[in-house]
T-cell receptor, first 114, second 113 residues
């Protein structure tokens, strides 16, 4: 089946630094990738939608200058949390699809900002 | 705007019991509905996908039903096992364009041995 690899699975960084999270589709070409964030005991919230080769579309309330998304190829999208703060600590999950196919999810990244 | 609600938020049952998880959504114009399982600190595992034209899907001990007109879905788990303990998420996809999934908050299930 289709596999989405997300890396790293866990990262701890200091406040003010930037962190990059990678999302790769291993055996299919992902024309669209979605980035979600999940706070404890809350549902997954969509942050942005990225289509290969074009700028990401951000959901209301998500700062595009803080959460930089790059989808430069059909198999890789990256989310960079810039100038991270403790309130950015969360579980970030990416998902990918091609055409009308079902979504395939990565295993998520637990970000802790100290 | 689509909203997805899952009831109950948490559920604890003894091993062997059959159980039902509920999901409701406000906009019936959906393309499909999915049930996912999430283990603590892990990503999502897709359990069942029901297209808008379907009424139910079954996989092993799991059965998901969809009543699109009333905006409801249920996930039935038969003969529950401790390994079923996880958070179960319901998500719907709208039927217009490249819409993403909208998730409920999940039901945290504990199956006690």
């Amino acid at each position: 089946g289709a596999v989405v690899s997300q890396h790293p699975s866990r990262v701890i960084c200091k406040s003010g630094t930037s962190v990059k999270i990678e999302c790769r589709s291993l055996d299919f070409q992902a024309t669209t990738m979605f980035w979600y964030r999940q706070f404890p005991k809350k549902s997954l919230m969509l942050m942005a939608t990225s289509n290969e080769g074009s700028k990401a579309t951000y959901e209301q309330g998500v700062e595009k200058d803080k959460f930089l998304i790059n989808h430069a190829s059909l198999t890789l999208s990256t989310l960079t949390v810039t100038s991270a703060h403790p309130e950015d600590s969360s579980f970030y999950i990416c998902s990918a699809k091609t055409g009308d196919s079902p979504l395939h999810f990565g295993n998520g990244t637990r970000l802790t900002v100290t | 705007k689509q909203e997805v609600t899952q009831i109950p938020a948490a559920l604890s049952v003894p091993e062997g019991e059959n159980l039902v998880l509920n999901c409701s959504f406000t906009d019936s114009a959906i393309y499909n509905l999915q049930w996912f399982r999430q283990d603590p600190g892990k990503g999502l595992t897709s359990l069942l996908l029901i297209q808008s034209s379907q009424r139910e899907q079954t996989s092993g001990r799991l059965n998901a039903s969809l009543d699109k007109s009333s905006g409801r879905s249920t996930l039935y788990i038969a003969a529950s096992q401790p390994g079923d303990s996880a958070t179960y998420l319901c998500a719907v996809k709208g039927d217009s364009g490249n819409t993403p999934l909208v998730f409920g908050k999940g039901t945290r299930l504990s199956v006690i041995a």
